[in-house]
């Protein structure tokens, strides 16, 4: 059955951008000792002492129960804004008859967390969630025998309510979790064959609980990786040249004067290889003496530069694969009565979190302690352990959240580094990069070239598609490895996410006549690449989808019409419809409303995903012809990720894509010469301001009896088709590029 939940936004009494001009204003003060000793990490019996993973075939891997009749939940996903310390504790709860309040999280620790693998793609609900709820069960059936036991009453005519065990029809003959086994271990296999709650009896899963981590986050209590102090430390800023050349030329030192710091007492250089670092007692001259430092770099040009980029990649020398090809497209493509085709170019994006990556790391002679944000603590770990030449298990690694990250940004790179200066100085280091090395030596969201070629019948049936797309992998080693160790650049072989998508490229569609060519260009002569959330999928969508919006435009149909016709996936057309009915879409051909006025309104609708679940959009814009600013006045989103265990947070997932798909369609793109990245601030990397955030609304379909899968990610790249054919809409011009800069805008609507 389908669900639509209602939107966040619509019915606020206030809108957050009405409330700034009333004069509303948010003050919030803290204040922190010199020594954070971090959040709250509970543990069980034995825990922590030992290196991890702990053993997973073990149900006290995955939880405790305490004396007060609480339970804590031991998960091996990061807290990266998205709920998920909020929603596998709720899928747990739900299994045990917990209440939200009696059951809480252990910060993330290789010597106390289980090994769940990275939280990317998506991934904490759809992989982590039947862990979690299996494990639930299993503990929660060994409680009942437990209490069978104890009332002498078989487990079938126990009930349980907020972990108190009661006979049926006798309340008062009843026993707590906390009594059962407070603060013991079960000592008993997790074998996975307990049974499951069956979806009709859920209580808490389907439901929006609130998010546990907020509280503190409002009060600004809430500890993050840049709040956090060890004993002794001294602090570290790293030098590097303004901006990455290309991957495998790394930075190369010429020169370094160590004199040109003398007037910062206490400032000294550190050097390996090419890594060069400032230490200092007192941060602020850290971050002076860095800036002082004289190093002279080898600037020889390696790179493309913007003018160059899609011209290089287009004309290179790939690997080629058919990545899905059905039937006769090219048969298919010489018949058809329509044909269309979209040729589109997709720059390079940063990660860009609000506050610099940043880390601490404590290594002595046989082991290391590191403090940082990361999304696979277990992954960390062992790429420390090979930089410091020991052991995985003598490192320990604990994680704290940072200020933003949507995927792999330079969380690991900053561990490195403060593992490297931790070794070379012999006490604690703190390292937090400056917003130029952010910005300029981040893994970038790679660059795409994508072709595509769509044909339609005289039903306005799809009857053919083809695309190609290119594009370079993703790199492998940390700069700080790499100018350390000298170790060589080397791409991330393989993995769905950084190839041509069978998932969001004409799957949606019934299309009998495909193929799919993935184009991989050799990466190491281009920037650092990594997974920037919905990675290549905006530029999927962007091209794809708009090739799909002018085979409606031939037909002169309504393009949510068309793909109406077109699909037969109850599921895509479920999000389709849902999107589109909230937007109170009426049907009319794009570009059927063009205006000379100066300025000009227009909608789209755009279908897409990332790696799992269903997503669709529909975009309201404003262009002004004569300034070439776009503005995005209205979001709408809809996901089907099957289960949604707690759909507020999907709303609240769906509301940030939406407004920073805008962001990145409008305003994002790392500029580059041919020696190094020149977008190295919120001036030269414009992101999109409060005053320019569009009105947004959420769309759940739950669908409760389906498998919870990915809503992280998964309307992004509908949101960015949806832009792109709302300006087809209002201007009567297709967009072969984004962002839509206004010199972009105005050079197409010459």
């Known amino acids: ?35 954070v000793s971090g959040q709250d990490r509970p543990a069980a019996t034995g825990r922590g002492a030992a290196a991890g993973p702990p053993d997973a075939t073990r149900i006290d891997t995955w939880l405790a129960i305490h004396d007060d009749n609480t339970a804590t939940i031991y998960i091996g996903f990061s807290e990266l804004g998205q709920g998920a310390s909020t929603a596998l504790p709720q899928i747990a709860a739900e299994e045990l008859d917990l209440d939200m309040s009696q059951v809480k999280t252990a910060g993330l620790d ?7 693998g990275g939280t990317f793609s998506s991934a904490a609900i759809a992989r982590g969630g039947p862990q979690i709820r299996t494990a639930a069960a299993e503990a929660r059936l060994a409680l009942l025998q437990l209490a069978s036991k104890k009332l002498e009453t078989p487990v079938e005519r126990l009930t349980v309510s907020k972990g108190v065990v009661s006979v049926v029809g006798s309340p008062n003959r009843a026993v707590s979790y906390g009594d059962l086994v407070g603060g013991k271990l079960f000592n008993i296999p997790f074998t996975g064959s307990a049974p499951v709650k069956p979806a009709a009896d859920y209580k808490l899963v389907g439901t929006t609980v609130l998010r546990k981590d907020i509280p503190d986050k409002v009060s600004g209590k809430y500890v ?50 090419d890594f060069i670092a400032v230490v200092a007692d007192k941060e602020w001259d850290a971050v002076r003496a860095a800036q ?74 046989d082991s290391a302690r590191v403090i940082c944000s990361t999304q696979d603590v277990y992954g960390t770990r062992n790429s420390v352990a090979r930089l410091l030449g020991i052991t995985p298990e003598k490192v320990r690694v604990q994680y704290y959240e940072g200020s933003g990250t949507y995927g792999h940004s330079c969380y690991d790179d900053v561990a490195q580094a403060a593992a490297i200066l931790s070794q070379a100085v012999g006490k604690p280091v703190r390292v937090q990069f400056m917003r130029w090395d952010e910005h300029g030596w981040d893994n970038y969201g790679p660059a795409h070239v994508g072709e595509v070629r769509a044909a339609a019948d005289a039903d306005g049936r799809i009857v053919a598609y083809e695309y190609h797309g290119w594009q370079h992998h993703w790199s492998v080693v940390e700069t700080s490895a790499q100018l350390a160790l000298g170790t060589p ?66 037909f002169k149909m309504d393009p949510y019409a068309f793909r109406q016709r077109n699909i037969k996936d109850a599921r895509w057309l479920g999000v389709l419809d849902a999107v589109a009915q909230t937007a109170k879409w009426k049907a009319r051909p794009a570009a059927s409303n063009l205006s000379k006025a100066k300025v000009v309104t227009g909608r789209g609708i755009g279908a897409g995903t990332h790696l799992a679940s269903y997503g669709a959009a529909v975009a309201e814009i404003e262009v002004n012809k004569e300034t070439g600013r776009v503005v995005a006045k209205h979001m709408y989103g809809a996901i089907d990720a099957g289960l949604a265990i707690n759909p507020g947070n999907i709303e609240n997932q769906i509301s940030g894509q939406l407004v920073q798909t805008v962001s990145r369609m409008l305003k994002e793109e790392v500029t580059f010469s041919t020696t190094n990245v020149t977008s190295l601030d919120w001036t030269s990397y414009p992101i999109l301001r409060f005053e320019e955030c569009p009105e947004v609304t959420s769309i759940v379909v739950q669908r409760l009896n389906e498998k919870s899968t990915g809503a992280g990610e998964e309307v992004m790249a509908a949101a960015a088709a949806a832009i792109a054919n709302a300006f087809f809409d209002a201007t009567g011009v297709r967009m072969a590029e984004y962002p839509f800069t206004p010199a972009r805008v105005l050079a197409a609507l010459l």
Not at 231 to 258: F, N, W
Not at 340 to 363: E, I, K
Not at 526 to 538: M, V
């Open 110 to 116: 290789t010597n106390i967390t289980p090994n769940q």
């Open 292 to 365: 002082e430092l004289k190093v002279i770099w080898d600037t020889t040009p390696t790179l493309p530069g913007n003018g160059g980029l899609y011209e290089q990649m287009r004309s290179a020398g790939t690997q080629d694969r058919v990545v899905l090809e059905r039937g006769d497209p090219a048969g298919a493509l010489a018949r058809a009565a329509h044909v269309v085709s979209q040729t589109c170019r997709c720059p390079y994006q940063a990660h860009a979190p609000f506050g610099p990556n940043c880390a601490l790391a404590d290594v002595t002679a």
């Open 1 to 35: 059955m389908t669900n639509i939940l209602p939107g966040l936004f619509p019915d606020a009494p206030l809108p957050r951008r009405e409330f700034l001009k009333a004069g509303g204003a948010l003050v919030i003060g803290f204040s922190l000792a010199d020594a």
């Open 489 to 554: 650049a080397a791409e991330r072989d393989g993995g769905a996410a950084q190839q041509v998508s069978p998932l969001n490229l004409g799957s949606m569609y019934d299309v009998p006549n495909l193929r799919l060519v993935n184009h991989r260009v050799p990466g190491l002569g281009y920037l650092k690449g990594g997974w920037l959330r919905s990675p290549l999928d905006l530029s999927f969508s962007f091209t794809s989808e708009q090739a799909i919006d002018q085979l409606a435009y031939l």
């Open 224 to 273: 993050y990786v840049q709040h956090v102090r060890l004993p002794g430390m001294t602090h570290a800023r790293v030098v590097r040249p303004r901006g990455q050349s290309a991957y495998s030329a790394g930075a190369k030192v010429l020169s370094i004067d160590e004199t040109s710091i003398r007037d910062f007492a206490g400032a000294r250089v550190v050097r390996r290889g």
